[in-house]
């Protein structure tokens, strides 16, 4: 049995999970976000739109390239400018970015932490270097 969670408000292509209380929708392969009633509340119009953080920032990319962090009031909070092609969801502080060739982590406030790129990360050793550091390496 699944239940009824939300009923949007217009036609959508998919609804993806909740996260800070908000649905990831796409309507005609741009991306955005619903609330629990349904009503659009940040436009479809990201070509990607991921999921927010507890702190509630989420990673989108605009059609013409530009990658940023935004809240929920769909204000950018972090601009990451074209060079950036993926980020992740922000855990202890900390996340994320990729040009698509090297990786590097940032703080909320959008500080590099570190002056090295890295060619790979795992995820579950990024969780728990967040965890670990101490607030003074994190530049925070």
Do not use: W
């Amino acid at each position: 049995n699944l239940d009824i969670v939300m009923i949007p408000e217009m036609p959508v292509d998919e609804i993806y999970y909740k996260s800070g209380g908000l649905y990831q929708v796409t309507i005609t392969d741009r991306q955005g976000y619903a609330d629990k009633s349904g009503k659009v509340v940040i436009p479809c119009k990201y070509e990607t739109a991921y999921p927010f953080s507890d702190s509630g920032l989420a990673f989108v990319r605009t059609p013409d390239g530009k990658s940023a962090y935004i809240n929920k009031n769909n204000e950018i909070v972090i601009s990451l400018g074209e060079e950036i092609v993926e980020g992740g969801i922000f855990e202890h502080g900390i996340s994320y970015v990729s040009d698509g060739k090297t990786y590097t982590f940032i703080n909320e406030k959008g500080e590099e932490l570190f002056d090295e790129k890295f060619f790979k990360i795992r995820l579950e050793l990024c969780l728990s270097m967040a965890a670990l550091l101490p607030n003074a390496l994190l530049r925070m």
